[in-house]
């Protein structure tokens, strides 16, 4: 049997360029990773790193956080 070793992510902060930490910010304050941020070459070194399984944490909070109109 072999072991999961999971990497819990918040996909909101993987790939932001943005230092900023505002409670409530807007994304512009903030700034806010996105999926493609998730290349074939990030997720080539997240495995190298013996990782078998990715946990996308935060996606339904934040998604609900944010004016689409």
Known sequence: ??????Y???????GNDKTNNIPNGTIEENGCGKFNS??????????????THI?????????IQTDYT
């Open 1 to 6: 049997m072999s072991k999961f070793i999971i």
């Open 38 to 51: 998730f290349t074939k070459k990030a997720l080539s070194e997240i495995k190298s790193l013996g990782i």
């Open 55 to 63: 946990w996308y944490t935060g996606i339904i909070e934040h998604a």
């Open 8 to 14: 819990q992510v918040l996909p909101r902060l993987f």
